[in-house]
């Protein structure tokens, strides 16, 4: 079956410090793959999304390279804020027939402090 | 431009008991996607509901059940609450035939007792 492993956490960093998220992948198919960012107290915002092998997301200072040969979609950033605190989840979406379903991993959550 | 909607935000509710929420889906989506997110952990896929239809089914018991109106929105039912049930319930809405991704809605949060 389809599967998204995440780094535990909690992952703490200072402010400006660099940023990595592991995030790796079991799937059947070609699937798309996202990085959802959670605030506390509210629902998921899509961060940043790529479609095929190669294809680099970006946002808000975030990146994600879709690495099929190492199954990893790694979410990095080079200088996070006290704003970046939150829970970020990768996940993978593929299409069967007319549906489609996301699988998520755990989530990871990031405190960053001053 | 409201995004999703969903109704009630919180709810307390006695084991044995039934639930209905609700979820309103953005404007122009027309596909509406389920998910129980149990307290620190991802979110788990329910169901996913187009064209009024349930399209595509997570592992989730017949005590989970959904519907789909003629206006997209869409309603998740649960009877035979357990204490297990409880949490956050994410509601997500798309567009059947595009490539943009979901857009999520803020949650409802159960609790059973």
């Known amino acids: 079956g389809n599967s998204v492993t995440q780094m535990e956490g909690p992952v703490t960093l200072s402010e400006e410090a660099f940023l990595t998220i592991n995030c790796t992948y079991t799937?059947?198919?070609?699937?798309?793959l996202f990085w959802y960012v959670q605030y506390p107290g509210e629902g998921l915002q899509l961060l940043l999304k790529a479609t095929k092998a190669d294809d680099k997301g970006s946002n808000k200072g975030f990146e994600a390279t879709y690495r099929k040969e190492t199954t990893s979609f790694h979410l990095e950033k080079g200088s996070v804020q006290v704003s970046d605190s939150a829970v970020y989840f990768c996940?993978?979406?593929?299409?069967?027939?007319?549906?489609?379903?996301?699988?998520f991993g755990t989530g990871t959550r990031l405190q960053v402090t001053l | 431009d409201a995004g999703v909607t969903q109704s009630p935000t919180h709810l307390i509710k006695t084991r044995g008991q039934q639930v209905t929420l609700r979820c309103s889906p953005k404007s122009g989506h027309d596909t509406v996607s389920w998910y129980q997110q149990a307290l620190g952990q991802g979110p788990q896929f329910i169901f996913q509901?187009?064209?009024?239809?349930?399209?595509q089914r997570g592992n989730f018991p017949d005590r989970f059940s959904g519907h789909q109106f003629p206006n997209y929105s869409s309603e998740l039912n649960v009877n035979a609450l357990l204490l297990g049930d409880s949490a956050l319930y994410l509601c997500a809405s798309s567009v059947q035939q595009g490539s943009r991704g979901y857009t999520f809605g803020s949650g409802t949060r159960l609790t059973v007792v």
């Open positions: 799937a059947t198919g070609y699937p798309s």
């Open positions: 509901y187009y064209e009024e239809e349930e399209r």
């Open positions: 996940a993978l979406k593929i299409r069967t027939g007319t549906a489609s379903k996301l699988t």
